[in-house]
């Protein structure tokens, strides 16, 4: 496992967006470690979604601060945060539906160069050629670790909705991440699709040291898995805590969990 830093992987200190006269995030603080599994739960219009679109720089906050291991990123660009080391999925699968299953995890590999430039692409080079190999062998390791094997050659965009998710967590883990933002990762999976989804994260987060905050409605995967949950209200964190500690809350109890409790 990797050295868990000094400083945590994930840190928002005091994140406000404003959207018109709506408020979406009202001072959010929130600190994920490294290693850490960490559930963002609440109902339709928390926040959820601008949070992670705050984290991962597609929104800008109008206060606050966001930092990656310990360095302010909040001017950064998306493609920069993804290059240190942060990666997310979507509510809506976005894989490369004209590549294959494998190409798909390749791409995410590529921004680190071909080896011998552009002259190198043209011609094939050794280099080239090696870091090809590389990459390859990196995806197939990747997509045998979420069962994907035999899929590696199909066409992304033939695929059913939960197998693209495990896609699209492939991609996401190929290049090992320092953050990695599930966004309703369990969303069209059956349940064995979901324990192995489950199993495939702790492996991950284990082996790589990363942080891992999810988004997720399905109550019990985000109790049964998550190391600390989250609770957004109306923009603001409800309450934060152990699943056991959310749980017995009488307030989350009563306004998100219901009967589920």
Known sequence: MATRSAAPALDLDSVVVRFGGVTALDGVDLTVEASELCGLIGPNGAGKTTLFDVVSGITGPDAGRVHLSGRDVTGWSPTRRARAGLRRTFQRVQTYGWLSVEDNVVAALDWRGGGSGLLGDLVGAPGRRRRESERRTRAREVLEQCGLSALRDAPAGSLPIGVSRLVELARAIADPPRVLMLDEPTSGLDEAEADRLG???????????????????????????????????????????????????????????????
């Open 199 to 261: 199993e495939l994260i702790d492996t991950v987060r284990r082996a790589e040291g990363c942080a891992v905050l999810l988004v997720e409605h399905d109550v019990g995967f985000v109790l049964g898995r998550c190391d600390r949950v989250v609770v957004l209200d109306l923009g603001s964190v409800l309450t934060s805590g152990s699943p056991a500690e959310v749980r017995d809350d009488p307030s989350v109890r009563t306004a998100y969990l219901g009967s589920t409790a």
